[in-house]
Nanobody, 129 residues
């Protein structure tokens, strides 16, 4: 497992942008699939985006496709979520998650939160209308 710490959340007006960062400890970062999930008040946690170990494959929830971009820097042990054109419905606590990847199976499987084995504590994003 890796330890994950998110940052970059805050208050932004609708239409604005934020970039979330998630720093990981450990020497096996490059062998982990990384993802972002979110939980809005009174709702269940939901998938946002996931990225493969190399960064070459990404998946997004339909609700954020075209507005959010996930990326990773394996040299810095960091994964990012660039969020543009933010909407009030994007308001949530955003969690970074990681899963050790064995080398088999599709990155798409990690859209499921039960597939992740490490979680950060979350960072709050509030979008005002």
């Amino acid at each position: 497992q890796v330890q994950l710490v998110e940052s970059g959340g805050g208050l932004v007006q609708a239409g604005g942008s934020l970039r979330l960062s998630c720093a990981a400890s450990g020497r096996t970062f490059s062998r982990h699939i990384l993802g972002w999930f979110r939980q809005a008040p009174g709702k269940e946690r939901e998938f946002v985006s996931v990225i493969s170990t190399s960064g070459g494959t990404t998946y997004y929830a339909d609700s954020v496709k075209g507005r959010f971009t996930i990326s990773r820097d394996n040299a810095k042990n960091t994964v990012y979520l660039q969020m543009n054109s933010l909407r009030p419905e994007d308001t949530a606590v955003y969690f970074c998650a990681a899963a050790a990847y064995s080398g088999s199976g599709s990155t798409s499987y990690y859209q499921n939160d039960f597939a992740m084995d490490s979680w950060g504590k979350g960072t709050l994003v509030t979008v005002s209308s």
